[in-house]
């Protein structure tokens, strides 16, 4: 069975709301998830992944630092050819969705357009979660 990791950081829980709402989206479509805040995270649970999907909240227009330690740390592993793609809760900037996505790029890494949620989602913002986790998985089982 295909496998995707999501990792992610969230202070005030609206980005880990949306994890959660895209690990559903990915399992639907029959595809095993790994789910983690990055705190709980071993860099050795993104190796052996067919995608790898990181989230974070939005705080002084940058990724937060325990995320980015995560990400320095992924340079060891082979992602390339993987897919990959980002999704942030934001309140007035959204450029962490493409710092992300682009640090995935530098993996080699097959990216999708991330996913960008207004502070805490609400049923239609988890929806929009739920449909990108699909397409992940789709795009995982190579469709
Ligand atoms: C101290 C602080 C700094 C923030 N900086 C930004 C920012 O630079 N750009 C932005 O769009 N939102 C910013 N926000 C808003 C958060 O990104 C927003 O509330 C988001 O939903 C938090 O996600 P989380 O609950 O997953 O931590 C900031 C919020 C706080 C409290």
């Given at each position: 069975m295909?496998?995707?990791?999501i990792i992610y950081?969230?202070?005030?829980?609206?980005?880990?709301?949306?994890?959660?709402?895209?690990?559903?989206?990915i399992?639907?479509?029959?595809?095993?998830v790994?789910l983690?805040?990055?705190?709980e995270?071993?860099?050795?649970?993104i190796k052996?992944i067919d995608?790898l999907i990181?989230?974070?909240?939005t705080?002084?227009h940058e990724?937060?630092?325990a995320l980015?330690?995560?990400i320095e740390r992924a340079?060891d592993?082979d992602?390339?050819?993987?897919?990959g793609?980002?999704f942030?809760?934001y309140?007035?900037?959204?450029?962490?969705?493409d710092?992300?996505?682009?640090r995935?790029k530098?993996?080699?890494m097959?990216?999708?357009e991330?996913?960008l949620i207004?502070?805490?989602?609400?049923?239609?913002?988890?929806?929009?979660?739920?449909?990108?986790?699909?397409?992940?998985?789709?795009?995982?089982?190579?469709?």
């Amino acid at each position: 069975m295909a496998k995707v990791a999501i990792i992610y950081d969230s202070a005030t829980h609206n980005t880990e709301m949306m994890a959660k709402a895209i690990a559903e989206g990915i399992k639907s479509e029959k595809v095993e998830v790994k789910l983690f805040h990055v705190h709980e995270a071993d860099i050795g649970e993104i190796k052996n992944i067919d995608g790898l999907i990181l989230g974070s909240g939005t705080y002084h227009h940058e990724i937060m630092p325990a995320l980015e330690v995560f990400i320095e740390r992924a340079k060891d592993v082979d992602l390339k050819g993987k897919v990959g793609a980002a999704f942030c809760s934001y309140g007035w900037s959204p450029e962490v969705v493409d710092l992300i996505t682009n640090r995935l790029k530098g993996f080699g890494m097959e990216t999708l357009e991330g996913l960008l949620i207004h502070e805490k989602p609400d049923e239609a913002g988890l929806e929009k979660c739920r449909e990108f986790g699909k397409n992940i998985a789709k795009k995982v089982k190579g469709g």
